[in-house]
């Protein structure tokens, strides 16, 4: 499968959304990509997260294609879109849904690894405590998100998952 790229500018600096032919397979900070690349699917990807920047109101599904988690990874990735917009959850309220004696830290572990940061949102997750902790992004960037769907009307996205080997 062939891997495409698209550089896009956002409020928080510049993200590379990569996709294959099953759909977008990650989003991150890293910076790179190409900036002219027409691929419908990078293009959707780009339309939803300028709606998700902008405040504006937006129903849309987008397929995502995770390849190379864990089942463990898989069933996290899936949990962390079930986490309503403008909302937080903590890592260890995450654990508890799995499991009495899952760790905190295995979520926090999966939740880092997490390939499509912002919109399989691993910003929502934070500290049993309240805080803000672990954010590939950095803890500014997860304020921003976090402080900007607290202000804005309900953005509406489902994520359409196709994983490795059809694990769900």
Known sequence: MSNRSMLY????????????EIGITEISFDGTGNDHDTD???????????????????????????????PF???VWKMLCD???GSTVSYLDLARKLSATMSAQAIGQAVHN??????????????KNGSLTGFGGGLERKAFLLDMEKQNRVFDIHIEIHMEGGIE
């Open 83 to 85: 986490i309503p917009y």
């Open 40 to 70: 419908p699917l990078l293009i959707k990807a780009a339309q939803i997260l300028d709606a998700y920047f902008h405040g504006q109101s937006m129903q849309a599904i987008l397929p995502v294609h995770l390849t190379g988690g864990t």
């Open 114 to 127: 997490n390939p499509v940061s912002i919109l399989i949102p691993c910003h929502r997750v934070i500290g």
């Open 9 to 20: 500018d956002s409020p928080i600096g510049p993200l590379c959304i990569r996709c294959d």
């Open 73 to 75: 990874r898989y069933k």
